[in-house]
T-cell receptor
Framework: DGGITQSPKYLFRKEGQNVTLSCEQN?????MYWYRQDPGQGLRLIYY???????QKGDIAEGYSVSREKKESFPLTVTSAQKNPTAFYLC????????????FGSGTRLTVV | GEDVEQSLFLSVREGDSSVINCTYTDSSSTYLYWYKQEPGAGLQLLTYIFSNMDMKQDQRLTVLLNKKDKHLSLRIADTQTGDSAIYFCAESKTGANNLFFGTGTRLTVIP
């Protein structure tokens, strides 16, 4: 079955450490996205990529980095520059710039202690 | 306004109808979506509507679109406890490469 997989589901890191969240899809989707979810604030776009080797900043890209070396994979690195990294992170993909809606992964809850 | 707006909370009794409302921002948005998020999970696409439609029905779900007022609603008939979740509306704005999501409405179904 096709789908989008995020790992791990829970992640704990010490303050000041970089951490990478994995996102893999086998839906043959061109576009991939990373969102951050905080209680009562909905979803905020961090980065998105429409094609391999290309990506654009979203609304809250500071303190984050991404790569898109393969169509299937879009890992997100939360760097030590991100001031408040504890959140629920959601990865999504779509056929063509979201016109058919997104398919979401199950999310990664990152806790920085 | 600049944001897609939703009420944060809604409570209904089991068996009643639920109506979740959303105000979006771009009158030329081509697609509007409703997503459901269960606790600790990702978002699941429930339904979507083209901007040239006024209504779409899918089993217990009815979507109404008022383009003049930029208002979207989701009606869930015969609401069940399994419908308890957060519901997000989203719009696809003209010229944008991503969807814009509302804050989500937490629906609580009381047995």
């Amino acid at each position: 079955d096709g789908g989008i997989t995020q790992s791990p589901k829970y992640l704990f890191r010490k303050e000041g450490q970089n951490v990478t969240l994995s996102c893999e899809q086998n839906l043959n989707h061109d576009a991939m996205y990373w969102y951050r979810q905080d209680p009562g604030q909905g979803l905020r776009l961090i980065y998105y990529s429409q094609i391999v080797n290309d990506f654009q900043k979203g609304d809250i890209a500071e303190g984050y980095s991404v790569s898109r070396e393969k169509k299937e994979s879009f890992p997100l690195t939360v760097t030590s520059a991100q001031k408040n990294p504890t959140a629920f992170y959601l990865c999504a993909s779509s056929i063509q710039q979201g016109k058919r809606g997104y398919t979401f992964g199950s999310g990664t809850r990152l806790t920085v202690v | 306004g600049e944001d897609v707006e939703q009420s944060l909370f809604l409570s209904v009794r089991e068996g009643d109808s639920s109506v979740i409302n959303c105000t979006y921002t771009d009158s030329s948005s081509t697609y509007l979506y409703w997503y459901k998020q269960e606790p600790g999970a990702g978002l699941q696409l429930l339904t979507y509507i083209f901007s040239n439609m006024d209504m779409k029905q899918d089993q217990r779900l009815t979507v109404l679109l008022n383009k003049k007022d930029k208002h979207l609603s989701l009606r869930i008939a015969d609401t069940q406890t399994g419908d308890s979740a957060i519901y997000f509306c989203a719009e696809s704005k003209t010229g944008a490469n991503n969807l814009f999501f509302g804050t989500g409405t937490r629906l609580t179904v009381i047995p």
